[in-house]
């Protein structure tokens, strides 16, 4: 597989490797381990697979029941004048 990167203009083929991701769903956060996708070696954007967009959105409509609770911290960021 080797698409054009939507994101910059590298020539280098993407290379598929597990990554982990963060979604967040009614401000529930889901976080997906060993996530099979395509990495622009260049830029680092990542590309997935429909069928893996739709399997992510599948576990997101119930609460899981073969997943681990995380604990993790929310941090802002805000812009502060002066
Ligand atoms: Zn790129």
């Known amino acids: 597989?080797?698409?054009?990167c939507?994101?910059?203009?590298t020539d280098q083929e993407q290379?598929?490797?597990?990554?982990?991701?963060t979604r967040q769903r009614c401000g529930q956060w889901f976080i997906f381990e060993q996530v099979p996708a395509w990495v622009c070696p260049n830029c680092g954007h990542r590309y997935f697979e429909a069928e893996t967009m739709e399997s992510m959105?599948?576990?997101?409509t119930t609460t899981p029941n073969n997943a681990r609770p995380?604990?993790?911290?929310?941090?802002s960021l805000t812009e502060r004048a002066g």
Do not use: G, L, S
């Open 6 to 9: 939507e994101f910059c203009d």
């Open 57 to 60: 959105e599948a576990h997101m």
């Open 15 to 21: 290379v598929q490797k597990p990554v982990t991701v």
């Open 70 to 75: 995380v604990t993790a911290w929310a941090i």
């Open 1 to 4: 597989m080797n698409y054009p």
